[in-house]
DNA sequence: CTGAAAGCGCTTACAG
DNA sequence: CTGAAAGCGCTTACAG
């Protein structure tokens, strides 16, 4: 591989020249500039990342943590993550925790030891141990989808998203609305939402009925399952409307309430968040919530490249959101 | 930043110790090593990889190169990669083309540039370039989805999906079988798939009406528009069947069908290739071709593991696929 | 079983 | 405007 020294000597002058012309720092006369740049040129000489890395410590990698590689969410997020870096000449170096927490820890020291220059963490949870580790580790950091203590952190806006959401469905008269979560483990997804949900419930004198509670893990599967029970513990009681966290259960559940002969919106109206692809395709057409999860990528690594650039900033971010009235309600 | 330095200080060893403790090379007595690990525990020590990696010319990073970050092609093929990867302690580093082919190269001289110990390509071109550049920076290299003369690639066999696809629909009586392609700058989806259809279409004597031939881009809205100009092009000759080569424009052109009130399959039927995730839960739910991108992904991984242990192997790998048959046919 | 020394390929004060 | 030298944090022959 030819490196710098290379090249300073197919140039005639010392490695110190070759560097400040690579890097335009410090003056250097122009024709030794060209005679260097036209070498370079000609041997396609790339300078070694790893031994710049060690010396100046900045990497121009961005360690990205994802919960799940492939979901519509975390890969919208990651392409607009590298849309932003890519222009700033930072690349991206992808963890994938397979929801498994222990993993988050090990890769943040992980990317760490990699000399990235900052993490971004699509996170799930929130726990002591995690939040000890960023501290630990004192790298620029930001968690996007939960607000981390202390961490700078850019947030959906589950409460006002789910209470629209709820709202909307009581205002087209409906008062036995179902609702389907996920564990509180997550606590944006988990506990905000399930809470403006209740929130509104009781704001209009509604009561809850929890046979009609329940709790699915974001697979299509699990929102078929919790529906087919809900429908089933309710007995002749039957909900009018179901709320689901993620559009992805939205859809297990319509595929259930079709299998059995219900009418969407006409026996019972659907929601659920995330503006998934397919919920624009499926029939029913999914009313659903869109977080504009690129925009959030985009502005994380905005927030991070300034972070690394020292920028002082803020600790805490939320993102809007836009309700998609479709055909399911 | 706590280094092997420090650690031997610590521990009362030289950072040669250190290091021999650490990757378990040469002899170390047990006390010493217990004492190391020790330190190296409560510090929360880990080894800078930029040193490491400067040292001994291997970084544990695999480059992947994306045509686009959010098709559920890639996302799956990359989650079958870091499947593989992560288990032997790799780490991606990520690029997205934008279906750029100045930048396939760029990336692959920056990922050289990186150290990574090997890089595979979502190929969708074939060029001289790119085979070119390949070869140039000498590296463990596979590409997916298009073979590359004289590099190491797993591709799809689109050859017979496409003749099966073409096959099934003329079994069931279809004579007039409209079709949707892309680009023939893109070998297997563009060319080969074509191929295959007129191949079969003239092995059962059936002409090729070419106003029933669209080229879309890939996109669902492409499949829509080619679908509308399919059908005003043909005008009362209508076809029976669509056969679209990516669910994206099958789905596309289902939208557009569905809305002038033809019946699927009644009037007319729809087949796709790809098995995306809305191909199952479209109404009706489209008859498709699965790649197993998944397993793809995975299979890179191990070939790219085999070529960096230096294990001798062959340049070329076909993957197998599955029809699926559903409603829309 | 352990250590001193060289070297990987860069950048950056420092000196001229 | 240019260069010699030190040093980033590792690993690896070599010597003992």
Redesign the pocket.
Known sequence: ?????D??QLA????????????N?????????KRIMKIVEETG????Q???S????RSGVIGVILPRLSTETSTRVVNGINEVLAKEGFQILLTDTELDKNKEIDYIRLLKSRHVDGIILLATNVNDALIQTIRQVDLPFLAIGQELPGVMSLVYDDYHASADLTNMLIHKGHEKIAFIGVSPEDPSVGRVREKAYRDMMQQHDLVVNESMIGQGDFTIESGYEQMKSILKNCREDKPTALFAVTDRMAIGAMEYLKEQGYEIPGDIAVVGIGASNMSKYITPSLTTIDYFNKDAGKKAAKLLLSKINDKKIDEKFELTYRLILRDSV
């Open positions: 591989m030819t490196t710098i020294n090249i300073a005639n002058v010392s490695r110190t020249t070759v560097s400040r012309a690579l890097n720092s410090g003056y250097v006369s122009e024709d030794v500039r000489y790339m300078p070694s790893s031994a710049k060690l010396r100046t410590k």
